[in-house]
T-cell receptor, first 112, second 113 residues
Framework: DVKVTQSSRYLVKRTGEKVFLECVQD?????MFWYRQDPGLGLRLIYF???????EKGDIPEGYSVSREKKERFSLILESASTNQTSMYLC???????????FGPGTRLTVL | AQSVTQPDIHITVSEGASLELRCNYS??????LFWYVQSPGQGLQLLLK??????LVQGIKGFEAEFKRSQSSFNLRKPSVHWSDAAEYFC???????????FGAGTRLAVHP
């Protein structure tokens, strides 16, 4: 079974803090994705990575950056958290020739 | 631009009743289509997917979906709903390379006993 884990289920941070969200997958997948989920908007792609050290912007990259130093790990970074980044963050992975994205349980981030 | 529309934000059905969740997509080429389910506090789980071939696809938990190119639709169905099906359902289309997904806004399903 594919397993995608995220470092925290719930996180509370203050405005201006630097925030790291970690995601690890155990299936040797090449592709990894970060989404944010907001009511009424579904999931929106923030960034994705198709290889180690490779990344591409998704639909809403502003205010975020990512890091992929190892194949199994993909980090989302909020350089200076703001209240409008309060959301549910979901990580996913897929194989290069595959089709299905496998999702982690999500991190609910609250920025005060 | 590619997009996915789920017209129903909330749906309530009685346990044992049939269910149909609507999904319409906008995509220039032959779409790869997915339905995911999200139980409260959980990540997304794949229910089923369509790439090609038979337009009626079977998924897990007794769900099926039918791809209709002429209507740009990929509606999800289940003949008899169980209380455990209460969740949020997302339709998605794969866009471009790297299997990026574009999601609909989701339909929240409530099941009455």
């Amino acid at each position: 079974d594919v397993k995608v884990t995220q470092s925290s289920r719930y996180l509370v941070k203050r405005t201006g803090e630097k925030v790291f969200l970690e995601c690890v997958q155990d299936m040797d997948h090449e592709n990894m994705f970060w989404y944010r989920q907001d009511p009424g908007l579904g999931l929106r792609l923030i960034y994705f990575s198709y290889d180690v050290k490779m990344k591409e912007k998704g639909d809403i990259p502003e205010g975020y950056s990512v890091s992929r130093e190892k194949k199994e790990r993909f980090s989302l970074i909020l350089e200076s958290a703001s209240t409008n980044q309060t959301s549910m963050y979901l990580c996913a992975s897929s194989s290069i020739a595959g089709d299905t994205q496998y999702f982690g349980p999500g991190t609910r981030l609250t920025v005060l | 631009a590619q997009s996915v529309t789920q017209p129903d934000i909330h749906i309530t059905v009685s346990e044992g009743a049939s269910l149909e969740l609507r999904c319409n997509y906008s995509y220039g080429a032959t779409p790869y289509l997915f339905w995911y389910v999200q139980s409260p506090g959980q990540g997304l789980q794949l229910l089923l997917k369509y790439f090609s071939g038979d337009t009626l696809v079977q998924g897990i938990k007794g769900f099926e979906a039918e791809f209709k190119r002429s209507q740009s639709s990929f509606n999800l169905r289940k003949p008899s709903v169980h209380w455990s099906d209460a969740a949020e359902y997302f339709c998605a289309v794969a866009s471009g390379g790297y299997n990026k997904l574009i999601f609909g806004a989701g339909t929240r399903l409530a099941v009455h006993p």
